[in-house]
């Protein structure tokens, strides 16, 4: 499809960088029940409150982003953080993989616990209760000087206020209180793993898809982390992959794989001839995946011109 006019190019005042991101839709089997669609047929030997079950990944995405890690990763422990009730962190286990996971809720913990212990898999899992930022600089003063990471680090924020009552979710205004930036914690997190694994709504906009994984790569080539690095224009963008996962046409979140993992994820996809422009459209995940699946498509690569953020 033709680009808009003026594609790809900025005003003169200003620098942008430009930023490709592919696009996979990941379609995901229809449930019999909402219990099963979120625990599968163990469902009634799980345990959560209430007010977490808007939380908890479903089973059949939480599988599917495992199956990601299992074959884009190395061998090795995998980090969950912000685990909740614990859905990603048994499937992980479930898969054979040795999982370190946290989060602050004491309750939930307790809860991810005893569910791990319903999937059978509580041997292979560590949780702790405790601040996210706290427990990686603990483990980093002591991992970093021997060069010890995580095969890879998932990554599932709370999605803040904002995300019901915006167009396209903020990333720097996610966490129960909205006061948690997505960057921060993945500045965070680098220091851990070369593979990330950032799970977001669906309003999640496509442009921040890109700004994330270039947030990334400039920590990368800083070689240490800082909180708002200066990026060099010149850089190419390593290309993120951001998977929607589909299910009775209703898309209903994505996992953006960056760094280590994205490139092995790339190169399993078909080799794109086109890239669409998608700078001036301003769309989220769920309008991209639409889009494509008008078109017939999925998997797409698109590519978005943004200014580069501050020093």
């Known amino acids: 499809m033709p680009d808009p006019a003026g594609a790809d190019a900025p005003p003169p005042d200003r620098l942008e960088v430009v930023g490709k991101v592919a696009i996979v839709i990941r379609e995901c089997p229809h449930a019999n029940t909402a219990n099963e669609w979120l625990w599968g047929k163990v469902w009634r030997q799980v345990k959560y409150m209430a007010s977490m079950r808007k939380s908890v990944t479903p089973k059949y995405i939480a599988d599917a982003i495992t199956a990601a890690i299992c074959q884009f990763c190395p061998a090795g422990k995998v980090f969950d953080a912000f685990c909740g009730v614990g859905g990603q962190t048994v499937s992980l286990a479930a898969a054979g993989l040795k999982v370190w996971a ?3 809720d004491q309750n939930n913990v307790n809860d991810a616990h005893h569910n791990a212990s319903a999937h059978g898999v509580l041997e292979r899992v560590r949780i702790a209760c405790g601040d996210f930022f706290d427990g990686v600089a603990r483990l980093a003063s002591k991992w970093q000087p021997i060069g010890k990471k ?7 924020m709370p999605w803040g206020p904002a995300y019901a009552t915006e167009g396209a979710c903020p990333l720097d205004r996610m966490g129960a209180d909205g006061k948690l930036s997505a960057y921060e914690v993945l500045e965070v997190a680098s220091r851990l793993s070369d593979s990330l694994v950032f799970k977001g709504p669906r309003t999640m906009a496509i442009s921040d898809v ?3 994984a270039y947030h990334l790569q400039s920590l990368k080539a800083k070689g240490a982390p800082q ?12 290309i993120p992959v951001a998977e929607a996962y589909v299910s009775r046409n209703k898309t209903h979140m994505v996992a953006v794989y960056m760094g280590e993992v994205a490139a092995n994820y790339m190169a399993t996809l078909p080799a794109p001839t086109t890239s669409r422009n998608l700078t001036r459209r301003l769309w989220t995940v769920e309008q991209c995946v639409d889009d494509m ?15 580069p953020r501050a020093p």
């Open 102 to 104: 946290i989060d602050i």
């Open 150 to 156: 995580f095969a890879a680090m998932h990554i599932d």
């Open 210 to 212: 890109v700004k994330l």
């Open 227 to 238: 909180s708002e690095p200066e990026i060099p224009v010149q850089s190419e963008p390593e």
């Open 293 to 307: 699946r008008r078109a017939g498509k999925a998997v797409g690569l698109g590519r978005v011109a943004f200014e």
